[in-house]
């Protein structure tokens, strides 16, 4: 009995010593591995109060991205590239965009996002970095967008060739970020509409068969309730029923196309549009029911006396608080171009001199017979200057149907 009691505390002590080595071990396997992924911290391009507070999860998306976005920034001169100093005005440039840059795989992984995307979602750079954009879209629009990433299954070679590459899209994500401008929990976050613009590329260059990233630049529609006030000269504000008749309209509109608001109230807005620019009407209208918000692009409006303007619409769907059912639209209306007659109204109110029989101006218009606009920089009377001097202030500009006016009346 003794012997069995001595053979079974020496199995126990053998055992304890085993399990002590093991912890041991796994403790300095531990301990490397912290070691390794702090490293790997440190080597990231990232601010140093930065990196040494990802956890080794965010560390391993965020260095995976970098590899991705390192390979797809590879080219011939890519050495020396990395060799040049880093141009200061490189700064600047997000904060020129009216939303952030974001770089997708064919996975739907986020490989690249500049760091002003929490200013627009709330969501912070590095907590998206490596995830994937299907956890943060709406589960109804993630369909369209695997369809825009990776083409469908059966197409050869020169379909996929020929698909389109420039991409211009909706999308809703999540957003910690109200209307009202106050921060919420991820877990309550609400649905903001994402006007996409892009294209694709391919990942290698030099592998014609190389999975392709799309490259977009996010754009949020703003909230009406988040529009600062006075609005902008070229702008108006309207209020639609669902069907699209004027219910409100700002008196800026007498302005812009010369109708007076008691004379759109009630009207459908399909009355003023374009006949050409009723299929892009009607598909903003479709995405405007489905997302809540859309952004047109140009579209032709009908003036009061006859002729077309050029306008851009930002179309928001208010909701009723308590039944939750949409009950108006409200859209905010940029004009692109003025009409030539009124600005010739403003041109003759600014500078009623260069009308005169005796100035140059009149009889540059005589000999040319233009009927285009022109534009003069703001200078003193003719009398004062030399003739010469004088014409050297004169541009004749002929702005293309499809492009935003010069700014004439600043």
């Known amino acids: ?39 790997l911290a440190h080597t990231l391009p990232l601010p140093r109060r930065v990196s040494t507070h990802l956890d080794k999860s965010a560390i391993m998306r965020v260095s995976l991205s970098f590899l991705r976005m390192r390979k797809l920034l590879q080219t011939a001169d890519g050495d020396k590239r990395e060799s040049e100093e880093d141009d200061p005005m490189d700064g600047f440039y997000p904060q020129t965009l009216a939303g952030f840059i974001m770089v997708l795989t064919e996975e739907g992984d986020m490989i690249f996002l500049t760091e002003n995307v929490n200013k627009y979602i709330g969501i912070v750079q590095l907590e998206l970095l490596g995830q994937s954009i299907y956890d943060f879209v709406h589960p109804c629009d993630q369909e369209e967008l695997t369809d825009l990433l990776a083409p469908r299954p059966g197409l050869n070679k020169k379909q996929v060739k020929e698909m389109p590459s420039d991409i211009n899209f909706f999308l809703r994500m999540k957003s910690t970020l109200t209307a009202r401008g106050r921060t919420v929990n991820i877990k309550s976050a609400e649905w903001k509409v994402l006007h996409c613009t892009g294209h694709m590329c391919p990942f290698d260059a030099e ?28 702008t108006f504000l ?56 859309v952004s047109t692009s140009r579209y032709r409006f009908l ?24 009950e108006a639209i409200v859209c905010l209306n940029f004009i692109l171009r003025i009409r030539r007659r009124w600005i010739w109204r403003c041109w003759l109110r600014t500078y009623p001199w260069t009308m005169t029989s005796s100035s140059p101006f009149s009889a540059l218009c005589r000999r040319k017979k233009t009927k285009t606009l022109p534009i003069l920089a703001r200078s003193p009377p003719h009398s004062q200057r030399t003739t010469k001097a004088w014409m050297k202030d004169i541009f004749i500009v002929r702005p293309p149907d499809l492009s935003p006016p010069v700014s004439l009346l600043t």
């Open 1 to 39: 009995m003794e012997k069995k009691a001595e053979t079974a505390s020496v199995k126990r002590g053998s055992t304890e010593q085993r399990k002590l080595r093991s912890r041991d071990a796994a403790r300095y396997r531990r301990s490397q591995e912290t070691e390794v992924f702090y490293e």
């Open 207 to 234: 592998v014609s068969s190389a999975a392709r990233v799309m490259v977009l630049l996010c754009e949020p529609i703003p909230h009406p309730s988040s529009v600062e006030f006075p609005l902008d000269t070229y």
């Open 238 to 293: 309207t209020r639609h029923s669902m069907d699209l008749r004027f219910t409100h309209c700002e008196g800026r509109v007498t302005e812009l196309v010369g109708y007076k608001p008691d004379d759109l109230i009630g009207r459908s807005a399909f009355e003023f549009h374009h006949a050409l620019d009723s299929d892009h009407i009607s598909r903003s209208l479709r995405t405007l029911l489905s997302k809540g918000q």
């Open 303 to 326: 003036a009061n006396h006859g002729g077309f303007v050029w306008a851009e619409t930002q179309a928001t769907v208010l909701y009723n608080g308590k039944t939750s059912q949409p």
